[in-house]
C-alpha cells in the first residue's frame, strides 16, 4: 500500500532524543528501481495476522510552531506471510509523497512507527470455496499477493494459484518476478508447502509501456479472451472462480465490473463471496 489520507494520532511532545511510538527497527532495504522499494522490520510481539491483510507504518512527522511533532502514518499491505518473524513491506517512492518521500530514505538500523492492529479483506476467511484462485494486481498491490503466495492455506484451498501483475516497465515486475521463482526454488518453502502445490502458481506478467513478452492491460486481456487462451484455461466462472484484487482505484473497479459481469459476487469477512477487493489501496501514491 501506497500514500493514503493522513492519519494521525494525538500531537506528541518532542524529546532531546526522540522515541517512536510503537517503534520497529528496520532489518533490510532493498531498491529494485527509481521508484520501487521494499523493505523488512522487526515483529511486534504481540502481533498476529492474517495473511493479505494491512497495518498502519510510519514516521514522525516535521517539528509544529508549537514544538509538537504528530505521526505520519498510511496503511501498508504486509508482505510477508503470517508465519515470518519479520514483517516485509512494498513500496512506491513519492517524490512530494508526505511519507514516501521520507520513508525511501530509512537504512538498516533505523525506526519506524508499527501500529499493531491488522485489518483487510484480502484473505481466505472472506472467500467461498473454489477450484482456482485469481490474484489480479498492478504496481505495489502485488503486496499482499506476496504474503498470500508463501501462505500454505493458499495452497491447501485451491488446485491452481493464478498471480496477474501489471505494471508500466519491465523493472516494476522484478519484484514479484524475484519471488516466484525463490519461493519455487527454495527448500524450506518446498518443504513447508510442497513442491507439487508450488507447481499450481501461474505467473501473468504484462507491462503497459516498455516491450515485454506480454503486452496490455490485464482487463483488457481478460475482456478479449487473451488470458484464458495464454493459460489454457476456461473463461471466468463462478461455480469454480474466485478471485482477488489490489491496485489502482480505476483498476479495481474496472476488474469488478468485469468479475461481476461472469457471474462473481464481491464477498467480505462477514459475508464470504466469490472475490474480493483491497478497497485501502488507492493506487500508486499522492
Not at 44 to 60: H, K, N, Q, T
Not at 86 to 115: A, C, M, N, W
Amino acid at each position: 500500500m501506497n500514500e493514503q489520507v493522513p492519519v494521525t494520532d494525538t500531537a506528541t511532545a518532542v524529546k532531546a532524543v526522540p522515541t517512536l511510538p510503537d517503534a520497529q527497527t528496520v532489518t533490510e532495504v532493498k531498491h529494485w528501481t527509481d521508484r520501487l522499494f521494499s523493505f523488512r522490520v522487526t515483529r511486534p510481539a504481540s502481533l498476529r495476522f492474517r495473511s493479505g491483510e494491512f497495518v498502519m507504518i510510519g514516521l514522525m512527522g516535521d517539528v509544529m510552531p508549537n514544538g509538537k511533532q504528530k505521526p505520519l502514518l498510511r496503511a501498508y499491505s504486509i508482505a510477508s506471510p503470517s508465519w515470518d518473524e519479520e514483517l516485509e513491506f512494498y513500496s512506491i517512492k513519492v517524490p512530494d509523497g508526505p511519507l514516501t518521500s521520507r520513508l525511501q530514505h530509512i537504512q538498516v538500523g533505523d525506526e519506524i512507527i508499527l501500529r499493531p492492529k491488522p485489518v483487510g479483506t484480502l484473505v481466505h476467511d472472506a472467500l467461498l470455496p473454489g477450484k482456482r484462485l485469481y490474484f489480479f494486481s498492478t504496481g505495489t498491490g502485488f503486496a499482499p499477493f506476496a504474503s498470500l503466495l508463501r501462505e500454505p492455506e493458499t495452497y491447501e484451498n485451491y488446485d491452481e494459484v493464478i498471480i496477474t501483475h501489471t505494471c508500466r516497465e519491465v523493472g516494476e515486475l522484478e519484484y514479484g518476478r524475484k519471488l516466484i521463482e525463490d519461493l519455487k526454488a527454495d527448500e524450506m518453502m518446498q518443504e513447508l508447502i510442497g513442491v507439487e502445490n508450488l507447481n499450481k502458481i501461474r505467473y501473468y506478467p504484462t507491462t503497459t509501456r516498455e516491450q515485454s513478452p506480454k503486452m496490455g492491460r490485464i482487463t483488457d486481456l481478460i475482456k478479449s479472451g487473451e488470458l484464458f487462451a495464454d493459460l489454457g484455461i476456461p473463461a471466468l466462472n463462478p461455480e469454480t472462480d474466485r478471485g482477488m484484487v489490489c491496485g489502482s482505484l480505476a483498476f479495481n473497479n474496472d476488474i469488478k465490473d468485469i468479475l461481476e459481469e461472469a457471474g462473481l459476487n464481491e464477498g467480505a469477512n462477514s459475508e464470504p463471496g466469490e472475490f474480493v477487493i483491497e478497497k485501502a489501496f488507492v493506487g500508486e501514491g499522492v
